[in-house]
């Protein structure tokens, strides 16, 4: 190719090796070899700022700030407020939050232990003699009873009482129609509510369901239908009984169960 075909590329890459070419036969022959560094010169050295002397101190004896705490500023009525800090919650108020209800007490010679039921709903806790709920780490289980348990956190002791069924709540039993009723096509007379679980024997179960009172003729000349539908009612009215009394027994038999797992469970857990 001739000189006078070559673009500018060209003789900008030729300028480039040129460069290049000149800086390597110059270092050849020593170029940069001869740089070193320069003796120390203490003229040049400054000289470091001296440290200012120490102010006085502003803050004075503790004594004299006791206004402060007897009178805050940040209360409306200047004067100091009970508050609790508690450093294994994330807040103060997580760790006083405690509202639960005692639903069970175990005890026994190695293991101390109560189940608590929230008292805005969810999963029961388990807590152990000497230990505390996750929600409130701040009450710790002190001491546990038969029927009650003593808890000590930022305001003090709380002691818990053993919830008891009070009898609300219970399903009622199944009304049962009479003979008479069934014939004529009208429901018999409804059975009153009973709360199963809340019943302590049999007294009080026929007390749950009397047999109705017979109204009539009671005359000598009482009819002989009279007579039979009386004895139906009664008939029905002992055998409403009778199936109430069973279901108190199922149910109580099913709370026994129930009571059973419970303490079973935990003395599974200490295993």
Same mark, same amino acid.
């Given at each position: ?173 199944? +009304?049962? #129609? %009479?003979?008479? =009723?069934? $014939?004529?096509?009208?429901? @018999? *007379?409804?059975? /009153? ?9 049999? +007294?009080? #179960? %026929?007390?749950? =369901?009397? $047999?109705?009172?017979?109204? @009539? *003729?009671?005359? /000598? ?9 009386? +004895?139906?009612?009664?008939?029905? =009215? ?34």
């Amino acid at each position: 190719m001739r000189a006078e075909d070559a673009g500018a590329r060209t003789w900008l890459y030729a300028a480039l090796a040129g460069w290049a070419l000149c800086v390597w036969v110059l270092a050849m022959f020593g170029m940069g070899g001869s740089i070193d560094r320069l003796d120390d010169d203490p003229s040049l050295r400054q000289t470091l700022p001296a440290p200012g002397s120490p102010g006085a101190e502003r803050l004075g004896p503790l004594p004299q700030y006791g206004d402060i705490a007897a009178r805050p500023l940040f209360t409306d009525n200047r004067r100091p407020q009970p508050f609790v800090i508690d450093p294994m919650g994330e807040t103060g108020e997580a760790g006083n939050d405690f509202d639960y209800m005692l639903t069970s007490v175990l005890r026994t010679p190695d293991l101390q232990m109560v189940i608590l039921q929230p008292g805005d709903g969810g999963d029961p806790v388990r807590v152990k003699q000497g230990g505390a709920p996750d929600s409130a780490p701040g009450w710790v289980l002190q001491s546990v009873e038969a029927r009650r348990a003593v808890f000590a956190g930022p305001e003090g002791e709380r002691t818990l009482e053993l919830r008891v069924f009070d009898g609300v709540g219970g399903q009622p039993p199944t +009304a049962l #129609a %009479t003979p008479a =009723a069934e $014939a004529s096509g009208m429901p @018999g *007379p409804a059975a /009153p509510a009973v709360a199963d679980a809340d019943m302590t024997g049999p +007294a009080r #179960a %026929t007390g749950g =369901a009397q $047999a109705p009172e017979q109204s @009539g *003729p009671q005359g /000598p000349g009482a009819s002989a239908e009279g007579a039979a539908d009386a +004895a139906a009612q009664q008939q029905a =009215a002992q055998e409403q009984v009778e199936m109430i009394r069973r279901r108190i027994e199922e149910r109580r038999a099913r709370l026994r169960q129930e009571e059973s797992a419970r303490s079973n469970q935990p003395a599974n857990e200490t295993k």
